[in-house]
């Protein structure tokens, strides 16, 4: 006896998949979503369009690139800047000093002299010729005075540049102290006895006179003496007649109406001028007439 159950028959689809083994699940997840970004590397920094950020590329899933920007600190900023406005300035100053110096624009034209007596402007111009034309920034002190020395008057100069052209000469004299017998001649020398001028009548100028000068009296003893009145005021100075030494210690000077002063060496020849000029300021007694002044030891000087 046939059974009752109809026969059911599967598709060969049907059987295929019933014969495929399952497959495992597979969980994922998004690559952008769990990857941590790398840091930026020296490339990525300096390859971003803005120089004031720090760039850096990650692949997406998609195969894109994203890109992140890390903003530069503001103070490495601001030192860059500072640096560049820096070097513009330097740039800028050196550029004007090299006008300055080697321009001619600015080259001497006009030499104007001061301080001049016992030489003339004239002859201290003329001496400078050699710098007409130079560029002011170039002329100094020591190159003015190199062309001076030939004047043995001249003791110093100081300049002073006046652009555009003007340039001014400051003169700073020898100062004479004596005058001292040769021949027939007066000839003017300072502490030094560098001779300044001379002259034929020693009443026109208001010096005293040297007796024996420096070749008659030995050159230890005139540089004592013309010590001695190198420190002396214009006024004692134009007050004497002459001075003599017979020793280093024992200086004597004249004045013009027969007064000795005994000085002796040239110790404190500062504090002794002093003295000599306090006392010569004293109001003279007809019944006392002082003949000598003795300021050898002047913190005890003596009248006599």
């Known amino acids: 006896m046939g059974s009752p159950r109809r026969p059911t028959y599967a598709s060969p689809r049907r059987q295929a998949a019933a014969k495929t083994p399952a497959e495992p699940e597979v969980i994922s997840a998004s690559k952008s979503a769990t990857r941590a970004p790398e840091a930026p590397s020296a490339a990525a920094r300096t390859k ?31 030192k860059r800047h500072l ?6 300035v330097l740039a800028l100053v ?78 700073l004299e020898r100062v004479p102290v004596a005058l001292v017998k040769q ?29 024996g000068g420096a070749g008659a009296i030995g050159k230890d003893l005139f540089q004592a003496t013309a010590a001695v009145l190198g ?27 027969g007064q000795s002063i005994i000085w002796g060496n040239e110790g404190d020849k500062k504090l002794k001028a002093k003295v000599l000029e306090a006392l010569l300021k004293v109001p003279a007694d007809p019944k006392n007439p002082v003949r000598v002044y003795d300021v050898s030891a002047p913190r005890h000087p003596v009248t006599r």
């Open 48 to 78: 971003g369009k803005n120089p004031d950020t720090f760039a850096a590329r990650e692949k997406t899933p998609a195969g894109g690139d994203n890109v992140l920007v890390f903003p530069e600190r503001p103070g490495k900023r601001r």
């Open 83 to 88: 640096l560049v406005a820096l070097g513009t």
């Open 94 to 171: 050196a550029a004007l000093l090299a006008a300055a110096i080697f321009s001619p624009i600015l080259a001497v034209g006009t030499i104007s002299v001061t301080g001049t007596k016992l030489v003339t402007a004239e002859q201290v111009r003329a001496a400078l010729e050699p710098l007409k034309g130079k560029p002011l920034p170039q002329v100094n002190d020591d190159e003015v005075g190199r062309l001076l020395e030939p004047l043995v008057q001249v003791k110093s100069v100081s300049t002073q540049a006046r652009p555009p052209s003007e340039l001014v000469v400051q003169v």
């Open 183 to 211: 021949g027939e001649q007066y000839q003017m020398v300072d502490v030094d006895g560098v001779v300044l001028a001379a002259t034929a009548d020693p009443t026109s100028v208001s010096l005293p006179v040297i007796d």
């Open 231 to 257: 420190a002396l005021p214009p006024d004692v100075l134009a007050r004497l007649s002459n001075a003599s030494a017979q020793s280093v210690d024992a200086v004597e000077l004249k004045l013009v109406d």
